[in-house]
């Protein structure tokens, strides 16, 4: 079982749609990071976040310590939203990657 | 301010030579990794550096890499010599200091091919 679960793998939507993509944790961390990687691009970092909920224009990340477990939710999606998304688990310097959730937005 | 700069953005190399991979960091960052991303094993830390140390190569997947970071505003991965399994994405990222409390700030990444 890898220590960073993400779901689902794959996500198509219509533009406008509300996304969310999830991410579960088995291991002990100290921050939990969501990254953004577009075709053939480099990597972004969108939010890092040790508790509660950060909000950045259309995206907010929540994440629930107890639980283990954190959402990265897009409102009124757009085409240009198109990209992976990694969720990135952090424990002292170390980073622990997910697969990445791959979303697709139609016009 | 500039970000992490890699170079080459692209190299094709025949297998059996030595490439050489390049990454300036931000200034001021006290960490430096260096990752790979396939499409069949996602991204993978090969390893980091702070204060220009290198603190952890496990992630280095045999002896035909190396890493080096001779001071705090470059480093170099070197792959002597390179095989066809090596194709892949290689970011270099960096970072004020550990993932506890700061992002990683990544490169746009050397896409390597080796033939």
């Known amino acids: 079982k890898n220590e960073v679960e993400q779901s689902p793998q794959n996500l198509t939507a219509q533009e406008g749609e509300f996304i969310t993509i999830n991410c579960s944790y088995s291991?002990?961390?100290?921050?939990l990071h969501w990254l953004q990687q577009h075709p053939g691009g480099g990597i972004v970092s969108l939010f890092m976040?040790?508790?509660g909920k950060k909000k950045h224009g259309r995206l907010i990340a929540t994440i629930n310590i107890q639980e283990k477990h954190s959402s990265l939710h897009i409102t009124a999606s757009h085409p240009r939203d198109s990209a992976v998304y990694i969720c990135?688990?952090?424990?002292?310097?170390?980073?622990?990657f997910g697969t990445g959730t791959r979303l697709q937005v139609f016009p | 301010d500039a970000g992490v700069i890699q170079s080459p953005r692209h190299e094709v190399t025949e297998m059996g030579q030595e490439v050489t991979l390049r990454c300036k960091p931000i200034?001021?960052?006290?960490?430096l990794f260096w990752y790979r991303q396939t499409m069949m094993r996602g991204l993978e830390l090969l390893i980091y550096?702070?204060?220009?140390?290198?603190?952890?190569d496990s992630g280095m997947p045999e002896d035909r890499f190396s890493a080096k970071m001779p001071n705090a505003s470059f480093s170099t991965l070197k792959i002597q010599p390179s095989e066809p399994r090596d194709s892949a994405v290689y970011f270099c990222?960096?970072?004020?200091?550990?993932?506890?409390?700061?992002?990683?700030?990544f490169g746009d990444g050397t896409r390597l091919s080796i033939l």
């Open positions: 550096f702070n204060n220009n140390v290198p603190i952890d």
């Open positions: 291991v002990g961390i100290s921050a």
């Open positions: 200034s001021g960052h006290d960490y």
């Open positions: 990222a960096s970072s004020l200091s550990g993932v506890g409390n700061q992002p990683q700030h």
């Open positions: 976040l040790s508790s």
């Open positions: 990135a688990v952090g424990d002292t310097d170390k980073l622990i």
